[in-house]
């Protein structure tokens, strides 16, 4: 088929810019490195190149959440232990002051000493970063958490905590309430609480008590009534008889409803004790009793021995509480590790998976570039010649 001399220039200009314009994009490549430097150089791998780097992007926010997560979480430990070490302090105090040697000067400078040792433990309780965020406050980080008014320390904060994202599917929490580490500690033994009545004459005492058949125990407030300092009874909140009058023996357990706990010493008729469900204390409501008992000039010596001995059991409450936290705070740390390890090599891959999409290879693209310059050289030499040809050329 004949071709016209305008159409046989038009296709030559076309694929002359074609080859342009490929020599451009090769050049391109070589001088960014990129071999996407616009979205219409290769849409699919562009498209997969930008999937790529937002999750690139994702994993890196991860690494960084957990990098916060793990300062803020090494600062707890940090005041935890302070912690832990002030209120085992204050326990091998009150145990110290369970003497009957003691005077009463003596026991008011214990009183004295755990009371460096209760703010010892407010100041731990109401830590810091190094931005001025309290590590107990929950949420309400700007809070302080604590706040003392007499002897009577309160709880300001939130009893909720930040959640981190240190994986697609993984978040961790941040840091710990106070209310859950300072304030909401099981009282008594945890089921059940002891105590002396305070109109009590005699020099009996009753310990924090123990649990022996969780199944039989029903809640309830018990009073263990002395008719004679050899005989008493145990009655329940509605004056039932739970244990009719049997013959007292100091130190001999007395067992009743899956419990038992007991009294030392000699009761005077007429003294009680009370075994009541176990509540929450706070440590510094523990602390702050303890200190109240061992200053008071009114309690009898067997009344001060009862609150000792409820004092040191809650404050084991306490310290298993602390050890709980800090055994969930280092499972945080091991898992931001774990995750940030994970994160890493995900990292890599993907970086790895973005250079082979979108670097160049410049030895492919020096030899394609070598190429398409050989290419528009034959074609412009190509139609330069034949630019040239005329019939008038061949007529005589």
Do not use: C, H
């Amino acid at each position: 088929m004949p071709i016209s001399t305008l159409t046989f220039q038009t296709n030559a200009l076309a694929e002359m810019e074609a080859l342009e314009t490929a020599m451009t994009q090769t050049q391109t490549e070589l001088s960014t490195g990129s071999r996407l430097p616009n979205a219409a150089a290769d849409p699919a791998a562009t498209e997969q190149v930008n999937q790529l780097n937002m999750t690139l992007a994702a994993s890196q926010q991860y690494v960084s959440n957990g990098t916060a997560a793990t300062a803020n979480l090494q600062l707890e430990q940090s005041a935890l232990t302070s912690a832990t070490n002030a209120l085992q302090s204050a326990r091998d105090l009150a145990v110290e002051a369970n003497n009957g040697a003691l005077s009463a000067t003596d026991r008011q400078d214990i009183a004295t000493q755990l009371q460096q040792l209760k703010n010892a433990l407010l100041g731990a309780a109401n830590s810091t970063d190094p931005a001025g965020n309290y590590l107990f406050a929950g949420t309400a980080s700007g809070t302080q958490p604590f706040a003392q008014t007499g002897s009577s320390v309160s709880y300001q904060g939130d009893s909720q905590v930040n959640q981190v994202q240190i994986a697609a599917d993984q978040s961790v929490s941040a840091g710990d309430s106070g209310s859950s580490v300072f304030m909401n500690i099981p009282a008594g033994n945890g089921t059940f609480t002891t105590a002396a009545a305070a109109a009590n004459t005699g020099s009996a005492s009753i310990d924090p008590g123990s649990v022996t058949n969780p199944a039989a125990w029903v809640p309830d407030t018990y009073t263990i009534t002395f008719t004679s300092p050899t005989q008493y009874q145990v009655t329940d909140s509605a004056g039932n008889v739970v244990v009719p009058a049997t013959t007292y023996t100091s130190g001999q357990a007395i067992t009743f409803n899956g419990i038992e706990t007991t009294v030392s010493g000699t009761p005077s008729a007429g003294d009680q004790f009370t075994v009541a469900p176990a509540g929450q204390a706070s440590i510094f409501s523990t602390i702050g009793n303890l200190i109240s008992a061992l200053n008071s000039g009114t309690l009898t010596s067997a009344q001060v021995t009862t609150q000792i001995g409820t004092a040191v059991t809650q404050m084991d409450n306490a310290l298993n509480n602390f050890d709980d936290v800090q055994a969930s705070v280092g499972g945080r740390l091991n898992a931001i590790t774990a995750a940030g390890n994970g994160a890493q090599s995900t990292q890599t891959q993907l970086q790895g998976t973005i250079s082979t999409l979108s670097d160049t290879d410049y030895a492919a693209a020096t030899t394609q570039l070598s190429t398409e310059e050989l290419a528009l050289q034959a074609a412009q030499e190509s139609y330069a010649s034949i630019a040239k040809l005329s019939l008038f050329n061949y007529v005589n």
